[in-house]
């Protein structure tokens, strides 16, 4: 920390996303990750793993809802879902929201993520206190070994492709996913930022790999200010020909987005995330 500013600077070359901070509130070297939790000027409080921004309380509602409702409302009967990573509940909070969702089974590495975020960030960890919700410490990958179709969504929130998390990023891995998934169940895996040349070229290998794997393969874009370049990025696929990832197969009504307090996803935001800019279009192939 220099001068009271966190600076993220491995993940964006020749730039870097800043926060002022306030206060330290947390800092520990788990056996997997260094992990802080910290006390920001304008993003309220802000986990952060190995140097990287994994979520803020101000905007982490756009990634969660993004990243859980892109999927599951494409899905026509999305019961049974499994999420990769995720120690910080957010993305348990939102997917039992969805009406027809039975059973959210998160997988992340690090109970000491999880722990913390009891501690510091209950506004998330509150999706582990659901009975939807059961909680495994265990490795993705291996967990995906040993339960073959079982899942109709499969969500990796994962950190970027450092540390413990490298292997989600591998060709075995969207093999295992598609090997956990019921038929016609959908994927989505967090990419990172179309701007960014490193996540590109991780965009590029995926997409490949994935149509290796499914029928349809396609990316989704969403805006949020406290991941580098105020971007990231989803890639989602389906061996169903009757997902149609721009039209929803459910659409939560007024009401039910007012119910629930999403402040970001809607179905009209769902179509928009896959009208992606035509740069990436043209680099990025099968999408
Ligand atoms: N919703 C917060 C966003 C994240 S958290 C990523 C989580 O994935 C971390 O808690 C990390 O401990 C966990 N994780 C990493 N590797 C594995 C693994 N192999 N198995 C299970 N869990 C794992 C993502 C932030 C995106 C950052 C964008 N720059």
Sequence with gaps: LQQGWFTESDTWPGAGLSLQVEEVLHKEKSSYQDIMILQTKSFGKALILDNIIQCTEFDEFSYQEMISFLPLCSHPNPERILVVGGGDGGVAREAVKHPKVLSVDVVEIDERVVKLSEQYLPFMACGFKHDKVTLHIEDGFEFMKNNAQQFDI??????DPVGPNESLFQKTYIESLKRSLKPGGIICSQVGSIWIKEDQDTMIRLSKDCSANFKKVTLATI??????TGNISFILATDNELVNFKVPAYSFTLEEMNKHKLKHYSP????????IPRFARMIIPHI
């Design 268 to 275: 009209d935001l769902h179509s928009a995330s896959f009208s």
């Design 154 to 159: 499969i969500i990796t929130d994962s950190s």
């Design 223 to 228: 805006s949020i200010p406290s991941y580098p």
